[in-house]
DNA sequence: CGAATGACCAAGC
DNA sequence: GGCTTGGCCATTC
């Protein structure tokens, strides 16, 4: 566990309920713009003690492109809190999705 | 240290 | 708006 899998975790955290971000602002935040795929490998590692379906790609898709991760389970998440996906596993990110405080984005 | 990998991103069609 | 190409970066072998 490294220092940049620590703090994208932290980040990751504080995401509310409802709420969805991109992997880019992820990464923006553990202070390594361009670190979006490692934010995503990253995040599939753990379980539920962060957020993880909470974040997706820019493009407001789940991505699928790697191993066989539950992207039907994360679907079934967002929607239980009130995030509408759709079949093709996209999101309304233009409106759900969250800026951090801290950046104010 | 060099090469390969991956839940990405931006630009081009 | 969706698919394809090239490029970035940290981690692992």
Redesign the pocket.
Known sequence: M????EDVLTIVKQIPSGKVV???QVALLAG?P????????I??FHGEEVP??R?????GR??????E?N?DL?REFLREEEVEVGE?L?VDIAFYRWYFPETGS
């Open positions: 490294s220092k940049f899998s991109s992997y880019g390594h361009r670190a979006a795929r490692q934010v995503g490998c995040l599939h993880w379906w974040v997706i790609n820019n493009a789940i991505s699928t492109k790697c191993i991760h992207a994360q093709d996209s």
